[in-house]
Every structure is written in C-alpha cells, then in structure tokens.
C-alpha cells in the first residue's frame, strides 16, 4: 500500500516542484505567471495522467488508448489557456513567451505523471535555461540588427 501511494503522490508532488523552479524565474523576471501558475500547470498536467494511468487494467486493449486520450486532453486544455495569456497590445503581441512557458510546464508534467522523470527535470533545466541565458543571447541579436 505505501509503494502505490508513492507512485501517486511523487509524480504529482515532482511535477509541482519544478514547474515552481520555472515560475520562480518567472516571478524574478517580474511576469505575471509566477511560482504558483507554473506549479499548478505542471502538477495538474501529473496529476491527469496519474489519475488516467490507475483508471483501468494495464494489460487491457483499451488502457493505452484511454490513456493516450487523457494526454490529447491535457495539451488542449492547456493550449486554451496558453491562448488566453497572449494579447496584442498596440500592434505589440505580448505573453507568448509566457504561453510558451505553460505549453512546456504542462509537458514537464505529463513526463513526470508517466513518471519519466529525467526528461522533466532535463526539460526544466533547458526551460530554465531558454528563459535566462536565451533571454541575454536574444537582446545581444536585437542590438546588433538595430
């Protein structure tokens, strides 16, 4: 019993973890989805597959379509939430970074709720990565083509 209630709550708890290490760069950048929106994206999206993969017989036909169908359903709820974060302000797209941002929190929570958790974790640090290091690299390019 304590081996399957590790293999529920540790995807999920993972999840939230480092979708919050995201949202903490996030909320240091001073952008409006911070720690808590990052956290939650990422361990809703573990929590979904969790939740489908103890929803039937492993071994059934069906199991894996079921649970391939719960993954479709995550990337298109979060793709309706990613839409409404970007806006066009003055002829200016903005918050598609951000959308960016929880299109990938939602991924590195899928991985971690099938419990593939070097690829979240992997994916987090190039996340983390593409938000800091990427960030100087972009504003490097700008100043050279103006």
Do not use: N
Request: aromatic share 8%; glycine share 10%.
């Amino acid at each position: 019993m304590e081996l399957e209630l590790l293999q529920t709550i540790l995807p999920v708890a993972i999840a939230l973890l480092l979708g919050m290490l995201i949202g903490v760069e996030r909320s240091l950048a001073h952008k409006t989805a911070g720690l808590r929106t990052y956290g939650l994206v990422a361990m809703g999206s573990a929590l979904f597959i969790v939740v489908a993969r103890m929803g039937g017989d492993p071994d059934a036909v069906q199991y894996a379509d079921s649970v391939m169908r719960i993954t479709a359903a995550v990337v298109t709820g979060i793709g309706f939430l990613c839409a409404g974060a970007i806006i066009l302000r003055d002829k200016i797209v903005v918050g598609l970074t951000t959308a960016a941002g929880l299109w990938i929190a939602a991924g590195i929570g899928v991985a971690a709720g099938f419990e593939l958790y070097a690829l979240a974790v992997l994916t987090t640090l190039l996340t983390l990565l593409t938000f800091t290091i990427f960030w100087y690299l972009e504003r490097g390019v700008q100043e050279i083509a103006e």
